[in-house]
């Protein structure tokens, strides 16, 4: 076969097709066959019924189990909060400056990164990303001190 004859193949495919029989005729009939008769209307039947009432109870279930993880969550939240306050207490200590001009210089930008830390807290003091943050600049700033001391 040949370009030209698979051209005129697909021509010819682009016409329209009557079908074979008259699909009106038996909707009809379907839809006023219902229409006349709604009680006996097409029931589940007892299996799909059974799947259906074990889906929902799966739904509930999971349901509930997201809402008790949630507000085990919630409640996890504020036990953490004293820890953030003791770091807060150890970091109103006096300003620390190491002799050492590469520790001061992190010093100086720890020691603004706490205040700034600080200071977004008191706009939102309930936030667990901000006590991680303060406490991960105490423990950089606890660090230092560490390095100081082993560098004499």
Same mark, same amino acid.
């Given at each position: 076969?040949?370009?030209?004859?698979?051209?005129?193949?697909?021509?010819?495919?682009?016409?329209?097709?009557?079908?074979?029989?008259?699909?009106?005729?038996?909707?009809?009939?379907?839809?006023?066959?219902?229409?006349?008769?709604?009680?006996?209307?097409?029931?589940?039947?007892?299996?799909?019924?059974?799947?259906?009432?074990?889906?929902?109870?799966?739904?509930?279930?999971?349901?509930?189990?997201?809402?008790?993880?949630?507000?085990?969550?919630?409640?996890?939240?504020?036990?953490?909060?004293?820890?953030?306050?003791?770091?807060?207490?150890?970091?109103?200590?006096?300003?620390w400056k190491p002799s050492d001009?590469?520790?001061?210089?992190?010093?100086?930008?720890?020691?603004?990164?706490?205040?700034?830390?600080?200071?977004?807290?008191?706009?939102?003091?309930?936030?667990?990303?901000?006590?991680?943050?303060?406490?991960?600049?105490?423990? %950089?700033?606890?660090?230092?001190?560490?390095?100081?001391? %082993?560098?004499?």
């Amino acid at each position: 076969m040949n370009e030209f004859e698979w051209l005129r193949q697909m021509r010819g495919l682009n016409q329209p097709v009557a079908p074979r029989s008259d699909l009106w005729s038996r909707i009809d009939a379907a839809l006023d066959d219902t229409a006349s008769h709604p009680d006996t209307a097409p029931a589940a039947p007892p299996r799909a019924r059974h799947g259906r009432i074990w889906t929902m109870a799966a739904s509930l279930a999971a349901i509930v189990v997201l809402a008790c993880g949630v507000v085990w969550h919630m409640h996890a939240i504020p036990q953490s909060m004293p820890q953030v306050a003791s770091h807060a207490t150890q970091a109103e200590a006096p300003r620390w400056k190491p002799s050492d001009p590469r520790l001061a210089g992190a010093a100086l930008e720890l020691e603004a990164a706490r205040m700034e830390l600080q200071q977004a807290m008191q706009q939102a003091p309930d936030s667990p990303a901000l006590q991680r943050l303060l406490q991960q600049t105490h423990a %950089q700033q606890n660090y230092l001190r560490e390095l100081e001391k %082993q560098a004499g």
